[in-house]
Each structure stands twice: as structure tokens, then as C-alpha cells.
T-cell receptor
Framework: KAGVTQTPRYLIKTRGQQVTLSCSPI?????VSWYQQTPGQGLQFLFE???????NKGNFPGRFSGRQFSNSRSEMNVSTLELGDSALYLC????????????FGSGTRLTVV | AQKITQTQPGMFVQEKEAVTLDCTYD???????LFWYKQPSSGEMIFLIY??????QNATEGRYSLNFQKARKSANLVISASQLGDSAMYFC?????????????FGTGTRLQVTL
């Protein structure tokens, strides 16, 4: 079966702009989680969506938001980009009901200039 | 306090040798899960192995095994018969609770280099 698909793969944006990243989970998976990976802070949890509802949220400013659609695809949005938002953004999908399987996508590498 | 600690920033191992990557964790939740992921330079996180807190036996997946010592709160990854393709970053991660709110907490990672 198809894996987790993240688009775009690479992105370059200017400070102050906004960006939307997309994640299509494995078919049948209802949970999508987002993580930010930077050399300085490592891997940090952003938020998790399950059945179109945000179920858990990390410690990130309100500029970071997300949503999930009825087909479980998820988007995350970052507004008013800062240089420090440059990172690899990874999403992970799972069944989300106590089953311990998280499959990650290849990530979107965002560069803010 | 760090929830997941990986004390080895980098490790070298010769091809065909075994290597142990260390991971200690901290939680007061009796129900938790421990994961190891491999991240090659391409960026994708590849699941390797999982150990549940109530599992009686150490997990094994092919050349990967998890040395789970609950009392010491350690979950070391053992890779047997290392291959050149094993060169990558390795992350230990923990999920606390029963999974109704899924969140993984990651360690800082260990960069493994396999040499000829």
C-alpha cells in the first residue's frame, strides 16, 4: 500500500510570507501528527489530528496551525515566517486508536530566507 | 528533565560487527511505548522496532533487537552484523499513555557510521 506522502518536498520562502504543507496518510489511518526537526532543537511535536479534530498540541506559537480533512489528509500552515522556521517538517500517520504504529513521510524541507 | 536521553552523538562500527546504541527514558506513566527510528540523509524516518512497557520479552526485528531493562529505564538498540547501509541517524522515541493522544518524544539521536 502507498506510504505517507508529503508535498512539496522542498520549499523556499521569504520572511513574512506564509506556507502550507500537505500530508496524505496511509489509507485507513485516521491520525496525522506533525513534527519539526531542526539542528538546534531536534525533533519537536507540533500537533496531532484525529478524525478532523486536533487531539494534541505541542508548544509552538499560534503562527503554526493545522487542519485535517474528511479523507484524513492534513495540512499545516505557518504564517508570518521567520528565519527560525527553517526546518524539516515531518508528518506521521497511524491508526490512532492505541495501536503502536507510526509511519513517517519523507518530509518537507522548508528554507526561509 | 529530559524524557529521552541518547548519550552517544556519534558511533563507528566495522561492517559485520554488532553495535549497541544507548537510550534511557524517564516517565511516571506505567503504560508507554518505546520506538527506534532510522533517519538516512534523505530525511525519512524509518521505523525499526517497538517495545511496549508491559511486554515481557525483548523485541526483535531481523537484525535489530531492543535490550529493554525496565528497572533501569533503558531501551538500547542492538544492530547485529552491521552493513554499510546502516549508516544513518538513529532516534529513540517514547509514547506515553495508551495512545488516545498520540505524541512521540524523541531523543537527540546517534549518528552511526559503518566502516569497511
Amino acid at each position: 500500500k502507498a506510504g505517507v506522502t508529503q508535498t512539496p518536498r522542498y520549499l523556499i520562502k521569504t520572511r513574512g510570507q506564509q506556507v502550507t504543507l500537505s500530508c496524505s496518510p496511509i489509507s485507513g489511518h485516521r491520525s496525522v501528527s506533525w513534527y519539526q526537526q531542526t539542528p538546534g532543537q531536534g525533533l519537536q511535536f507540533l500537533f496531532e489530528y484525529f478524525s478532523e479534530t486536533q487531539r494534541n498540541k505541542g508548544n509552538f506559537p499560534g503562527r503554526f496551525s493545522g487542519r485535517q480533512f474528511s479523507n484524513s489528509r492534513s495540512e499545516m500552515n505557518v504564517s508570518t515566517l521567520e528565519l527560525g522556521d527553517s526546518a524539516l517538517y515531518l508528518c506521521a500517520s497511524s491508526l490512532g486508536q492505541g495501536v503502536n504504529g507510526y509511519t513517517f513521510g519523507s518530509g518537507t524541507r522548508l528554507t526561509v530566507v | 528533565a529530559q524524557k529521552i536521553t541518547q548519550t552517544q552523538p556519534g558511533m563507528f562500527v566495522q561492517e559485520k560487527e554488532a553495535v549497541t546504541l544507548d537510550c534511557t527514558y524517564d516517565t511516571s506513566d506505567p503504560s508507554y511505548g518505546l520506538f527506534w527510528y532510522k533517519q538516512p540523509s534523505s530525511g525519512e524516518m524509518i521505523f525499526l522496532i517497538y517495545q511496549g512497557s508491559y511486554d515481557q520479552q525483548n523485541a526483535t526485528e531481523g537484525r535489530y533487537s531492543l535490550n529493554f531493562q525496565k528497572a533501569r529505564k533503558s531501551a538500547n538498540l542492538v544492530i547485529s552484523a552491521s552493513q554499510l547501509g546502516d549508516s544513518a541517524m538513529y532516534f529513540c522515541a517514547m509514547r506515553e499513555g495508551t495512545g488516545t493522544a498520540s505524541k512521540l518524544t524523541f531523543g537527540t539521536g546517534t549518528r552511526l557510521q559503518v566502516t569497511l
